[in-house]
């Protein structure tokens, strides 16, 4: 299957750091990527992963463990304007996506 | 163009009728998406092209549902017959190269009363 497991929802604190975690089967995997989906919009590119280890860009950073089927989104000192859906998408034969994780920043 | 741009932004239609959706992909991208996301649900794949050519069509639902793509570039989606189960919002994407970052539109909020 193709299954992508991540947390529904999270809330976090402005200025905080919170973690988003995502599983994926291992099987047929070329990549992994994060999109930011805010309510109402288009999901926009956040990062893209496809050797182990982390990638940072600015406040965000994405961690990538293949033999374990593991991502997670790490995002620094939270904004308002961070309070989107995050979704975990397996680049396989084609770009499976996860249900999403609402994040609710508040202050 | 600079970005992915679909039309019609919204569409409110009568059940029973057809439906026709634009995308219009950046230019230059290779590959288009299609995809359907109803509300608080994740993105649902519909159909893929690679030129003008639709290599997977495999997540259309039905036989109503049908695209097609014209000199590499533009792509409709049409929807015959619609039933109020295809209320949703319609994504295209776009991309380039291997690594298939995919860039979309703002998609089209299809709603069937």
């Known amino acids: 299957g193709q299954n992508i497991d991540q947390p529904t929802e999270m809330t976090a604190t402005e200025g905080a750091i919170v973690q988003i975690n995502c599983t994926y089967q291992?099987?047929?995997?070329?990549?992994l990527f994060w999109y930011q989906q805010h309510a109402g919009e288009a999901p926009t590119f956040l990062s893209y992963?496809?050797?182990?280890g982390l990638e940072e860009k600015g406040r965000f950073s994405s961690f990538l463990s293949r033999s374990k089927g593991y991502s997670y989104l790490l995002l620094k000192e939270l904004q308002m304007k961070d309070s989107a859906s995050y979704l975990c998408?397996?680049?396989?034969?084609?770009?499976?996506f996860g249900a999403g994780t609402i994040l609710r920043v508040k202050s | 163009g600079a970005g992915v741009s679909q039309s019609p932004s919204n569409k409110v239609t009568e059940k029973g009728k057809d439906v026709e959706l634009r995308c219009d992909p950046i230019?230059?991208?290779?590959?288009l998406y299609w995809y359907r996301q109803s509300l608080g649900q994740g993105l649902e794949f519909l159909i893929y092209?690679?030129?003008?050519?639709?290599?997977?069509k495999s997540g259309l639902p039905s036989d109503r549902f049908s695209a097609e793509r014209t000199g590499g570039s533009v792509s409709t989606l049409t929807i015959q017959r619609t039933q109020q189960e295809d209320s949703a919002v319609y994504l295209c994407?776009?991309?380039?190269?291997?690594?298939?970052?995919?860039?979309f539109g703002a998609g089209t909020r299809l709603s069937v009363l």
């Open positions: 998408v397996k680049y396989g034969n084609k770009l499976v």
């Open positions: 092209f690679q030129g003008n050519s639709a290599p997977d």
């Open positions: 994407a776009s991309s380039q190269g291997a690594k298939n970052i995919q860039y």
């Open positions: 992963n496809v050797l182990d």
């Open positions: 230019s230059g991208h290779t590959a």
């Open positions: 291992t099987s047929g995997f070329n990549g």
